[in-house]
């Protein structure tokens, strides 16, 4: 690293999470916010919110007995309603034993592999999102509740760093886009302020449920990066950060997105 | 997995206009797509979905490719008595996915 990079690599540390380009608590908005009445009336509607099906394929999956132990979701955590409520809304959490953040999805399959001895789901496969889709609804309409204390501050940082620091072929950073350019137009899509207040979500255009993972490696092949894989800790980081920055906004699970 | 949600009022006055809400878990492959090596992926869609009132058809819809996946299905319909509304999605690959719904009428 040269003198100058380094002396770069410092300026952008000193701004990450309090720097000018940030966006005031008063003027934080969902991407519920910056989308059309139509698309709105349908995540306001269980009826019509798609995401729905896989909240209720969810549902099953939780009471449903798996793996070498014979065991369902439910035997250890019970009703999910009363269990997870506001769990999704404190994660990723930090993991004492994997001593690193892990996200809701990571969570899932640490339970499936030490206590249910199954197998671990694979990344946006349809279990995998169906069981985080039923997860985090629990947490529906509750704020976001990030705790960073000692441990987790590095990754905090980590993620910081990630989203402030320009990257791929186009050069730019998360920030330029989510905090100095807000509510403008890519193209025609409205540009929001990328906080995840809603994942799993059903994005129209994808017809169906994604990951925040998933919505990272769009937006990375988007500004010519190399995307990382799910689940690595760079994306982990970076999750940390936007759920820390978007603390105290209400959880939307399952939202709808344009 | 193939689930369908069906929203029903449960009680409505004789005579009422009621709305139906229907949504279908369906990937609803056009046809037209092709894979990353050039294969075409055939089309599995829905074709057919039907409302039957207390066996009356009160609704019927004709899908084609092009439709969105998970199709939600809106409808109103009059509500004449007591008894169950009848949902029926019939489509490629031998799908088929019933649902009923009661309403009771004052």
Sequence with gaps: ?258 | MARAVVTVPARAKRGEIVEVKTLAQHPMETGFRRTQTGELIPRDIIRRFTCTYNGTEVYRVELHPAMSANPLIAFSTIATETGTLAFQWAGDNGYSVTETASISVE
């Design chain 1, 1 to 258: 690293m040269s003198p100058r990079t380094a002396l770069l690599f410092a300026a952008s540390l000193t701004c990450a999470g309090a720097g000018a380009g940030d966006i005031p608590r008063a003027e934080r908005r969902s991407g519920y916010d910056l989308m059309s009445r139509e698309t709105r009336a349908i995540q306001d509607d269980d009826a019509t919110n798609p995401g729905m099906l896989w909240v209720l394929d969810g549902e099953a999956l939780w009471n449903r007995k798996s793996g070498a132990a014979d065991r369902a979701c439910a035997a250890c955590h019970g009703d999910a309603r009363t269990s997870m409520k506001g769990v999704a809304a404190r994660y990723p959490a930090f993991d004492a034993a994997l001593g690193r953040p892990v996200n809701l999805e990571q969570r899932i399959n640490v339970c499936r592999t030490e206590r249910q001895k199954a197998p671990p789901l694979a990344f946006e496969s349809r279990e995998l999102l169906a069981l985080t889709a039923y997860v985090a609804r629990q947490s529906r309409g509750l704020p976001i509740d990030i705790a960073i204390d000692a441990r987790s501050k590095p990754f905090l940082d980590a993620g910081s760093e990630a989203f402030h620091h320009r990257q791929g072929q186009l050069n730019l950073a998360c920030s330029q886009c989510h905090d100095d350019n807000w509510g403008k137009r890519l193209a025609g899509s409205v540009i929001p302020q990328a906080h995840p207040t809603g994942y799993p979500l059903y994005r129209l255009e994808w017809q169906e449920l994604g990951s925040l993972g998933r919505r990272m490696r769009n937006c990375l092949i988007g500004i010519r990066a190399e995307p990382y894989a799910y689940g690595a800790p760079e994306f982990v980081d970076l999750e940390l950060y936007l759920m820390w920055r978007a603390n105290g906004m209400k959880m939307e699970t399952p939202a709808v997105r344009p």
